[in-house]
Nanobody, 128 residues
Framework: QEQLMESGGGSVQAGGSLRLSCTAS????????MAWFRQAPGKEREGVAA?????FTTYAESVKGRFTISQVGNTLDLHMDNLALEDTAMYYC????????????????????????WGQGTQVTVSS
């Protein structure tokens, strides 16, 4: 069964660090683009970081310099440093699971419509 499964959320004090992981299972090929999104209570979902299989990355301005996204095969990580109260949210893994040729151009972005598979989410809570 094809699915995305997140892990690694939890509670941390402001200034601390967390690492989120996402495993995409059931796919016989490397996914072309994977990303992290988050949604805080009462707010819209926002893209946090994305990466394509060539290693190109993009980040939301609010997390640049603090978060690092990486992908090895179909495992996606998000290293979060210097966490702030406003980073508190449910974090979702997302992927574009459509197969692509090995040399295809792969656009990269933080818009939700680019992704067609989503995980269930993992909670990150930052306290003062």
């Amino acid at each position: 069964q094809e699915q995305l499964m997140e892990s690694g959320g939890g509670s941390v004090q402001a200034g601390g660090s967390l690492r989120l992981s996402c495993t995409a299972s059931g796919y016989s090929y490397t996914l072309s683009t994977m990303a992290w999104f988050r949604q805080a209570p009462g707010k819209e979902r926002e893209g946090v970081a994305a990466i394509n299989r060539y290693g190109f990355t993009t980040y939301a301005e609010s997390v640049k310099g603090r978060f690092t996204i990486s992908q090895v095969g179909n495992t996606l990580d998000l290293h979060m440093d210097n966490l702030a109260l406003e980073d508190t949210a449910m974090y979702y893994c997302a992927a574009d699971v459509a197969p692509t040729d090995s040399t295809s151009y792969i656009p990269l972005g933080l818009e939700g419509w680019r992704y067609n598979s989503w995980g269930q989410g993992t909670q990150v809570t930052v306290s003062s």
